[in-house]
């Protein structure tokens, strides 16, 4: 229980301080509106996602490859 009370603790500190940062820090920034921004700004987010996907999955790949070559080895002696 105290794990999970951590971990919400944890996310609604980040997302506090994300919010402060955005009410607070972002309209000092001087960011000019133009097309170029706002394709990153609104492909950012994905790409992040997908590369953090995409390395978790070929992780998992060549973990299942290792445990696969483990447990045949095994079988073998």
Do not use: D, E, H
């Given at each position: 229980?105290?794990?999970?009370?951590?971990?919400?603790l944890?996310?609604?500190?980040?997302?506090?301080?994300?919010?402060?940062l955005?009410?607070?820090?972002?309209?000092?920034?001087?960011?000019?509106?133009?097309?170029?921004?706002?394709?990153?700004i609104?492909?950012?987010?994905?790409?992040i996602?997908a590369?953090?996907?995409?390395?978790?999955?070929?992780?998992?790949?060549?973990?299942?490859?290792?445990?696969?070559?483990?447990?045949?080895?095994?079988?073998?002696?």
């Amino acid at each position: 229980m105290q794990n999970q009370l951590g971990f919400v603790l944890k996310v609604f500190l980040l997302s506090s301080g994300l919010s402060v940062l955005i009410k607070y820090v972002m309209p000092n920034l001087s960011i000019p509106a133009t097309a170029t921004n706002a394709v990153i700004i609104v492909f950012l987010p994905t790409l992040i996602m997908a590369s953090v996907l995409l390395w978790r999955w070929r992780r998992a790949i060549a973990q299942g490859c290792s445990q696969r070559k483990a447990q045949s080895q095994r079988q073998q002696n």
